[in-house]
């Protein structure tokens, strides 16, 4: 029996390495065609597993992390 996406979690300290679109756009906040944009570019990489598709999250995961950081200024007083 395997371990539950939270038990992983736990003793990993992160999910699964590989998932459904639907679990790549829960998990990321990313949209479906928006993964299916990232794969096409190379960003990510998606692979089939018995005519799924499934989304790498450890390439997920390293794209995120080459982003830049967002800057955010004060916002701006009413006068």
């Known amino acids: 029996m395997g371990l539950t996406d939270p038990e992983r979690r736990a003793l990993t300290g992160r999910g699964p390495s590989y998932g459904r679109i639907t679990q790549a756009q829960a998990e990321f906040g990313l949209s ?10 190379g ?17 997920v995961r390293a794209f995120m992390a080459t982003l830049p950081a967002a800057e955010i200024s004060a916002p701006k007083s009413a006068a």
Not at 32 to 40: D, K
Not at 43 to 59: C, R, Y
């Open 32 to 41: 479906r065609s928006g993964i299916y944009r990232l794969a096409a570019q």
């Open 43 to 59: 960003q990510i990489k998606l692979v089939k597993l018995n005519g799924a598709t499934l989304v790498d999250f450890d390439s």
